[in-house]
């Protein structure tokens, strides 16, 4: 997937992300076909990614 690539992630973590609700916006095109916007993508890489849902005592995915 290049949206997990530009952001520097593994597909299966960004696919984690997709599930747990934490991943930028996105329009769901068929069951495998997912596309975000890149300002989207962009805002939530600035916002810090995965590790600004995290909760306390919750493991943010780790960076590649």
């Given at each position: 997937?290049?949206?997990?690539?530009?952001?520097?992630?593994?597909?299966?973590?960004?696919?984690?992300?997709?599930?747990?609700?934490?991943?930028?916006?996105?329009?769901?095109?068929?069951?495998?076909?997912?596309r975000?916007?890149?300002?989207?993508?962009?805002?939530?890489?600035?916002?810090?990614?995965?590790?600004?849902?995290?909760?306390?005592?919750?493991?943010?995915?780790?960076?590649k």
């Open positions: 997937q290049e949206t997990a690539i530009y952001c520097g992630y593994s597909e299966q973590q960004f696919s984690d992300f997709v599930k747990r609700s934490i991943a930028p916006k996105s329009v769901l095109f068929s069951r495998n076909a997912r975000f916007k890149r300002s989207d993508v962009d805002a939530w890489c600035a916002a810090g990614g995965p590790s600004a849902y995290a909760s306390k005592g919750e493991r943010a995915g780790v960076h």
